[in-house]
């Protein structure tokens, strides 16, 4: 067999070269080179955490004869070069030889003295498959090993390793890796293998391998027989048999508009693909949580364009009590699926029941407004503020949200130019007081008010208005919040401005790109933001005369050069 797995083939030789755990990398390094070695070490993390990897370099380190000064082993000497057919390091599965009589045979053996090196190293992984009566026969000599044993074990559950053991060793907790050390490793071997991979397929890998860098390297592995194709995160989503984020996408939009029939197909889908309810529900749950995140913070902790569009969308459809409710609902549902035959029926009646009180408590809501307005209805005059409640209760019942895609950003920005002039925007300033003082002291607008004292004014149209914001995640929270801050330059302004807001590298270009279409003899033509034909963008402009008036009087006479 030829072929070597590539976490084999890519298992570290040293500690410059293992990923993460620079605390114990550090400690035992220190211990080596100044001669403290330890009699026993005891290794415990999750799996693919470098354990093995470790005791193996401790292996190569001890014996080697000529050790350099940063610990790395010389590669040269006797030890080094018979490593891997090296009788002085002993490596034991507990798993498979866990009983009393392998474990003597063991203690039997110890006082045998090394062949290449200084030390006999025993390495016994997943110690915590021993019996009883193996860690008991194994005690003594653990405790009062000859001069040249050295024994390191490893397990993935620490609880089951008896105290009596656990004391007579060195301790060290492993780690698991961030998804940003897995993803540097990654791309390291994906470019020694040849292997065509985008970075935001690589972060897809490492947040699904959960902190071990095996699993990813091992997924990487399978991935890599789609060579001389550029690999997907579908590709990803196929070989791991997980939901897409635009499928939950799908499924919670399904839910919010009590589409039961959608529901059912989906989960009828997910069953018929063989994929597993208990690994589906810990997606969702995953997925869910960074929706609430995204809500809380406007920031995305990924690259991928699909699962942003998606937490954009979601957190602005759901409330953080929904959300709360939800995530709680699923977590107790996973506890009653591990014992049931019936996932797919419980997870069916669970998305359908909670669907159903999402529409009770959209109706209590709209029942509570109406007779809020009836109420006011019967007892004043129309006036603006009953209107605004009638807006309010119509969204209510649309279930509407609002997306900001960039063909209608471009359009707006287009308009905004289109009608603008140094008298629009001088009059919507003289009232920006009264949208601050409006933000202070009305409740409705609590979730704005930080957001817009930190955004400025640029230009203003007759109905459109560019404002900057001030850094990336800000942007992010104002384009969620957008019909919100519409409804309050409506109550101030009484005009139905519609917003866009740019950051400063995206305003410098579109200002500099208004002043070459106006010196250049083009006008700029209001359009339709419900149009549907891409090409009325390209054909927005109609000729006129070279006008650097305009472009002074809207942008100031800092940005034009009079060469």
């Known amino acids: 067999m030829s072929y070597l797995a590539l976490y084999r083939k890519y298992r570290p030789n040293n500690f410059n070269d293992l990923v993460g755990q620079s605390e114990i990398v550090d400690i035992i390094r220190n211990e080596i080179l100044n001669d403290k070695i330890s009699h026993a070490y005891l290794f415990s993390g999750p799996r693919g955490t470098g354990k093995t990897s470790t005791a193996k370099i401790i292996a190569r380190m001890i014996n080697c004869s000529n050790l350099g000064k940063d610990g790395v082993p010389c590669g040269k000497c006797v030890s080094c070069l018979n490593f891997n057919n090296n009788s002085d390091i002993v490596e034991i599965d507990a798993a498979s030889n866990n009983g009393v009589d392998e474990i003597r045979e063991l203690r039997d053996k110890v006082n045998l003295v090394p062949t290449f090196g200084k030390y006999k190293i025993y390495i016994i992984d997943e110690v915590h498959m021993l019996t009883t009566q193996a860690f008991n026969a194994l005690l003594k000599t653990l405790e009062e090993p000859p001069s040249h044993a050295i024994f390191i074990l490893a397990t993935t559950e620490f609880y089951k390793i008896p105290i009596t053991v656990v004391s007579r060793c060195q301790k060290f907790q492993f780690l698991k890796f961030s998804n940003e050390e897995i993803v540097k490793k990654l791309i390291e071997i994906s470019s020694k293998e040849s292997i065509d991979v985008g970075a935001d397929v690589l972060f897809e890998i490492a947040r699904l391998s959960d902190g071990g860098l095996r699993d990813a390297i091992n997924m990487l592995d399978q991935l890599s027989s789609f060579k001389g194709q550029l690999l997907t995160i579908q590709d990803v989503y196929k070989l791991n048999g997980v939901i897409s984020y635009e499928e939950f996408r799908n499924l919670l939009k399904y839910i919010y508009s009590n589409k039961i029939v959608d529901i059912i197909e989906f989960l009828d889908n997910v069953d018929r693909n063989g994929k597993s309810f208990d690994r589906f529900i810990e997606d969702l749950l995953n997925f869910m949580k960074e929706i609430l995140i995204y809500k809380n913070t406007s920031i995305f902790n990924s690259s991928i364009v699909e699962k942003n569009e998606a937490l954009v969308e979601l957190s602005s459809i759901f409330s953080e009590q929904v959300l709360y ?35 009770e408590s959209n109706f209590s809501i709209i029942e509570s407004e109406e ?8 007892n004043c005059n129309f006036d603006n503020k009953i209107n605004d409640n ?6 209510l019942k649309t279930n509407s949200f609002f997306y900001m895609t960039d063909k209608l950003k471009k359009i707006r920005i287009n308009n905004t130019f289109a009608t603008a002039s140094k008298s629009n925007k001088q009059k919507f300033k003289s009232k920006w007081d009264f949208v601050k003082e409006k933000l202070s002291n009305d409740s409705n607008y609590l979730a704005i008010a930080g ?4 955004v400025e004014i640029l230009v203003v149209g007759e109905e459109n208005v560019i404002f900057l914001a001030q850094y990336d995640s800000l942007l992010e929270r104002l384009f969620s919040q957008v019909l919100l801050i519409e409804q309050l330059l409506f109550e101030v302004f009484n005009i139905p401005y519609k917003v866009v807001f740019l950051l400063e590298d995206e305003w410098n270009f579109e200002r500099e790109n208004y002043i070459l279409n106006l010196k250049s003899g083009k006008k700029y033509v209001y359009l339709d933001e419900k149009s549907s034909d891409k090409n009325e963008m390209i054909d927005s402009f109609t000729n006129t005369d070279n006008d650097i008036d305009k472009i002074v009087s809207i942008l100031g006479s800092d940005v034009i050069s009079y060469e």
């Open 371 to 378: 007779k809020k307005l009836n109420y006011q209805e019967s």
């Open 390 to 395: 009638k807006s309010e209760i119509n969204k």
């Open 325 to 359: 409710n939800f995530i709680i609902s699923l977590n107790e549902l996973s506890f009653r699926i591990k014992n049931s035959s019936f996932a797919k029926i419980l997870l069916t009646a669970e998305f359908i029941k909670f669907s159903n009180q999402l529409v």
């Open 451 to 454: 957001m817009m004292n930190d």
